[in-house]
């Protein structure tokens, strides 16, 4: 396995019509219900041929950016328990973009 990286852009305070709507307008993208009712987070996997689409959605659907209701999830699951780890370009280049928070993960997953 050595190291999985996998980026996301999440929308975190979606209704469930925008859920439906970003499954059908992003391939790839996800949303669950969070933990609020009639509240839900979606899952966008952030490539290099998407980010334009993932920008036009969050204008089309009012995604308040200013408000921490977006952000880029990094998360690495690792065979070791210490290391660094480069970011993909893809994540540099959608904050010239765009102002998002970035966010991470860490999974030590012992052979």
């Known amino acids: 396995m050595n190291n999985e990286i996998t980026v996301f852009v999440r929308l975190l305070n979606l209704t469930r019509f925008q859920g439906l709507v970003l499954t059908k307008e992003i391939e790839g993208s996800t949303f669950k219900p969070e933990t609020e009712p009639n509240q839900y987070i979606g899952y966008i996997p952030l490539t290099d041929d998407n980010m334009h689409e993932i920008l036009n959605f969050i204008e089309r659907q009012k995604i308040d950016l200013e408000n921490g209701e977006a952000d880029i999830l990094i998360s690495v699951i690792s065979e070791r328990n210490s290391d660094s780890f480069d ?11 765009c102002n998002l928070k970035l966010t991470f993960s860490f999974s030590y997953m012992p052979e």
């Open 87 to 97: 970011a993909p370009m893809t994540v540099n280049a959608l904050l010239k973009l």
